[in-house]
């Protein structure tokens, strides 16, 4: 009885431990608020993180919240970006959430739209195609989401949580879910 009862086990535990699940890929950070520099969501159900060096500098991801001012810029106001670069893939997808001459607020709901518009938040999924960089933005009738979970000045931390539908000029969707971001600016 012993005998049938340790086989059992074996079975059990063999079974539980079979590599049905996918470990050796990315998969989306925790929801966290301590600025921790992670950024993750689903690009059509696919998980994308930063991974690589970065699109324009070292990192691959970058995050900014200013106010800016200047006399040479003609929109002033306030203007946040976080952006998460995958450079280890071969069409280096991005993914980049913003602000165009509006403020962010802790517990602020932004609904996403046609990007570099003055006054309201935007999404893009940007991506290399064989003719050149192809981008994908959100715009009317798609949409968007963008929430601030926590936004601390003093720390220099945002967080929050994001999905949009975007589109490229041949009508070609992007769905991006479950996003969320804990970055330090």
């Known amino acids: 009885m012993r005998f049938l009862a340790s086989v059992c086990l074996l079975l059990a535990l063999t079974i539980s431990c079979s590599d049905d699940d996918d470990d050796d890929g990315p998969r989306l950070p925790a929801a966290t608020r301590q600025g921790l520099n992670t950024f993750g969501c689903l690009v059509n159900g ?6 690589g060096g970065s699109f324009f500098g070292d990192k691959s991801y970058e995050c ?12 002033k106001g ?3 970006k976080v952006s998460a670069s995958d450079l280890e893939s071969p069409d280096k997808p991005v ?3 913003g602000t165009y001459a509006l403020e962010i607020m802790e517990g602020g709901v932004y609904p996403l739209t046609t990007p570099y518009i003055e ?10 195609a064989p003719a050149g960089l192809e981008w994908h ?3 009317y009738p798609l949409t968007g ?3 601030i979970t926590k936004l601390d000045h003093q720390k ?3 967080a929050g949580t994001f999905w949009f539908d975007a589109v490229n000029s041949a009508g070609e969707k992007v769905e991006v879910r479950e996003g969320r971001f804990d970055m330090r600016f």
Request: positive net charge; aromatic residues 24%.
């Open 64 to 75: 900014y919240n200013m106010y800016v001012f200047q006399s040479y810029n003609p929109v």
């Open 119 to 128: 006054g309201r938040a935007f999404g893009d999924y940007f991506r290399k």
């Open 145 to 147: 989401e963008l929430r």
């Open 137 to 139: 933005s959100v715009s």
């Open 95 to 97: 993914v980049t959430l």
């Open 46 to 51: 696919k998980v994308h993180v930063p991974k």
């Open 156 to 158: 220099r931390i945002v």
């Open 78 to 80: 306030w203007f946040f």
